[in-house]
T-cell receptor, first 114, second 114 residues
Framework: DTGVSQDPRHKITKRGQNVTFRCDPI?????LYWYRQTLGQGPEFLTY????????KSRLLSDRFSAERPKGSFSTLEIQRTEQGDSAMYLC????????????FGPGTRLTVL | AQSVTQPDIHITVSEGASLELRCNYSYGATPYLFWYVQSPGQGLQLLLKYFSGDTLVQGIKGFEAEFKRSQSSFNLRKPSVHWSDAAEYFCAVGLMNRDDKIIFGKGTRLHILP
């Protein structure tokens, strides 16, 4: 399977702990996106990368959130000092450089903060 | 700023009936447009996209959508729904020819009556 993969699929953590999620995009895709989705809502944009460069960050991404894509391949999203409000599905997507290239989504990582 | 509006939170149709899901966008330039479907517990699957050219685009699973620039709309249609079409549907918009994020609507949940 050459789709977008995310690890872990589920994460339960206690408030105040740090968590890190990984996303492996489709291999030939240069763009990588992170979104957050809560119950009953559409995906909310967090950040995206063009190769290793982080091009935009949403206001939703507080100082506790950091994303990296060091070699332009996989990406990590870290949340420090988690809060209960961080509980959500974190979605990763990738797309090609071709104009209008649609993002293809991974299965997501469901985070539960107790 | 770009925005996407899906006016209907829930829609219920009978199996075999036709379907139209509405999507309106606000954007200062020519957009590219997508529809995604998300079944319970599943990831987001691309149904179709509009980039340029013919304003009526065909997608998977018998869906189609029509781009109407004058109405800033990109409504999704299907002539005859099946019970398996019950899911959440998301419209998304991106800006053509720029490095830019893709914004999603809040979604429309489709219910199918037997």
């Amino acid at each position: 399977d050459t789709g977008v993969s995310q690890d872990p699929r589920h994460k339960i953590t206690k408030r105040g702990q740090n968590v890190t999620f990984r996303c492996d995009p489709i291999s030939e895709h240069n763009r990588l996106y992170w979104y957050r989705q809560t119950l009953g809502q559409g995906p909310e944009f967090l950040t995206y990368f063009q190769n290793e460069a982080q091009l935009e960050k949403s206001r939703l991404l507080s100082d506790r959130f950091s994303a990296e894509r060091p070699k332009g391949s996989f990406s990590t999203l870290e949340i420090q000092r988690t809060e209960q409000g961080d509980s959500a599905m974190y979605l990763c997507a990738s797309s090609s450089d071709v104009a209008g290239g649609p993002p293809y989504f991974g299965p997501g990582t469901r985070l539960t903060v107790l | 700023a770009q925005s996407v509006t899906q006016p209907d939170i829930h829609i219920t149709v009978s199996e075999g009936a036709s379907l139209e899901l509405r999507c309106n966008y606000s954007y200062g330039a020519t957009p590219y447009l997508f529809w995604y479907v998300q079944s319970p517990g599943q990831g987001l699957q691309l149904l179709l996209k509009y980039f340029s050219g013919d304003t009526l685009v065909q997608g998977i699973k018998g869906f189609e959508a029509e781009f109407k620039r004058s109405q800033s709309s990109f409504n999704l249609r299907k002539p005859s729904v099946h019970w398996s079409d019950a899911a959440e549907y998301f419209c998304a918009v991106g800006l053509m020819n720029r490095d830019d994020k893709i914004i999603f609507g809040k979604g429309t949940r489709l219910h199918i009556l037997p």
